[in-house]
């Protein structure tokens, strides 16, 4: 398996842009997770998806920020205007759902940087 | 909601000693504790959970207690080897009927000095 792909890998761009992350969950994994990682706030969950439908989304900074996942096997984080203190390395993960806690599988991450 | 502490924030230890780490959460609901490990470059990976029937797990020199009454728990690496360097992450979170979401830890800093 080749595990949570994310692409791009890494992103520059110019204040105002809009940008689009893009991630493929593991094959048969329901659960969808967008978290942004900064030196200053650590890991935090932005939103998740169960079978494709936003379950929680109070993450969600600003409505800059949107989250859509039209599939099973994919989904994009959009910020549109996108602002310097967006730069951050955003993680995509995604797990087995179901009445238990299953382990959330991370991909390598898209490292952003707004200039 | 969740808020989770982790401390220390960074840990330098010597190859072969014991390092330890430790977090507090603060909703009693909660009832899953995983760790994750992150190394440079890549993403956190899950390296050992506990949930909370149960008081200690053991998975080789990687061993996590909790203590729900106190509402901590903590990471213990044992005969810790250069490889061990990374930054770990506890959390926190609540397994009810769909998937729920995790609350992470600031993170430590782990060093190991050959």
């Known amino acids: 398996d080749a595990g949570v792909i994310q692409s791009p890998r890494h992103e520059v761009t110019e204040m105002g842009q809009e940008v689009t992350l893009r991630c493929k969950p593991i094959?048969?994994?329901?659960?969808l997770f967008w978290y942004r990682q900064t030196m200053m706030r650590g890991l935090e969950l932005l939103i998740y998806?169960?079978?494709?439908?936003?379950?929680?989304d109070s993450g969600m900074p600003e409505d800059r920020f949107s989250a859509k996942m039209p599939n099973a096997s994919f989904s994009t984080l959009k910020i549109q205007p996108s602002e310097p203190r967006d730069s951050a390395v955003y993680f995509c993960?995604?797990?087995?759902?179901?009445?238990?806690?299953?382990?959330?599988?991370f991909g390598p991450g898209t490292r952003l940087t707004v200039l | 909601g969740e808020n989770v502490e982790q401390h220390p924030s960074t840990l330098s230890v010597q190859e072969g000693d014991s390092a330890v780490i430790k977090c507090t959460y603060s909703?009693?609901?909660?009832?899953?504790f995983p760790w994750y490990k992150q190394e440079l470059g890549k993403g956190p990976q899950l390296i050992i959970d506990?949930?909370?029937n149960v008081g200690e797990k053991k998975d080789q020199r990687i061993a996590v207690t909790l203590n729900k009454t106190a509402k901590h728990f903590s990471l213990h690496i044992t005969e810790t080897q250069p490889e061990d360097s990374a930054v770990y992450f506890c959390?926190?979170?609540w397994g009810g009927g769909s998937q729920g979401n995790l609350i992470f830890g600031k993170g430590t800093k782990l060093s190991v000095k050959p």
């Open positions: 993960a995604s797990s087995l759902g179901g009445s238990q806690y299953n382990e959330q599988f």
């Open positions: 094959s048969g994994h329901n659960s």
């Open positions: 998806f169960n079978n494709n439908v936003p379950i929680d």
């Open positions: 909703d009693s609901a909660s009832n899953y």
């Open positions: 506990i949930r909370s």
């Open positions: 959390a926190a979170g």
